[in-house]
């Protein structure tokens, strides 16, 4: 298996047919690498319902502030696809947030059509965020449903801990982002638009891309992403456009939308 990891969101720009490492050096604030112990800051990340007029009006008022995120292909709007596989127990312990599973989603991520595959943990304590990811090669995806790996790769971190919490493939979930990333009051931001939300079943450790399914939400999810607090930047958009945070998971509303987990009250 490939030894090669990279804890940076965003860390390889499409050029052509290859990717390359962007200049500016820049990573997601919500990235962490885990030697630092339970003891290292957290992000923040808040979700907000928008429009496509008071997306415009974003746009408008962060261009010349924030750079377009390395994956931008101005082929799709300077947008690109990004693909993940979601996991869960039989008993849906994660959707439920049950005692042991009320933190942590691991899923594996891919960035464009043929672009570079994560395994990532997101830990999240309400607006709170951290996460940690690997990169492996795509061919090495269907491994994960292996018993037991050599503990010779990047990613056996993430296997075991499907493993050790039962965790299995429940849907691949794929959107058309936009993203920005830049610093803003001396520290680094980013600032996400996720478009056409869809899902499909899975069981098994695919990340081919979603077909011309029905889109989960009718409104584009905007994410502000930032490791103190909110950047003035952001509270004036916040103010002037009157917007309200709105909690939105994608992998919840896939699962509430597909109707796999019976009704009941969910832990909060």
């Known amino acids: ?27 997601s604030p919500s990235l962490f690498n885990p030697a630092a112990g ?72 891919r960035y464009g059509h043929t672009g570079p595959v994560f395994v990532e943990r997101k ?23 292996a018993p037991a790996l050599n503990g010779e790769w990047a990613g056996e971190w993430f296997h ?3 493993l050790q919490k039962q965790l299995q493939p429940v849907c691949r979930v794929a959107y058309e982002r936009v993203a920005y990333l830049g610093t803003a009051d001396g520290g ?18 695919k990340l081919e891309s979603v077909g011309a399914v029905p889109a989960l939400l009718d409104k584009v999810v905007c994410e502000f992403k930032f490791r103190t607090a909110m950047p003035a930047l952001f509270k004036g958009i916040v103010a002037d456009l009157g917007l309200t945070p709105t909690p939105v998971s994608k992998y919840r509303t896939f699962v509430q939308a597909a109707g796999l987990a019976p009704a009941r009250t969910v832990n909060v």
């Open 123 to 145: 830990t999240k304590n309400g607006d709170k965020v951290r996460k940690h990811r690997v990169r492996i090669s795509a061919d090495e995806v269907p491994e994960l449903a």
């Open 188 to 205: 680094t931001v980013r600032l996400t638009f996720d478009r056409n939300i869809r899902g499909v079943l899975v069981r098994e450790w």
């Open 1 to 27: 298996m490939s030894e090669l990891s990279d804890t940076t969101e965003g860390a390889l720009a499409l050029s052509g047919s290859g990717y390359a490492t962007p200049a500016s050096g820049l990573e």
């Open 160 to 162: 075991s801990q499907l």
């Open 38 to 109: 339970t003891d290292a800051p957290t992000a923040y990340e808040v979700k907000y319902l928008l429009t496509e007029e008071q997306v415009a009006e974003v746009v408008d008022r962060v261009t010349g502030k924030l750079d377009l995120d390395a994956y931008a292909d101005p082929a799709m709007g300077n947008a690109y696809i990004t693909t993940s596989v979601y996991t869960d127990t039989p008993n849906f312990d994660v959707f439920y947030r049950n005692e042991g599973y009320n933190r942590d989603k691991f899923r594996v991520r």
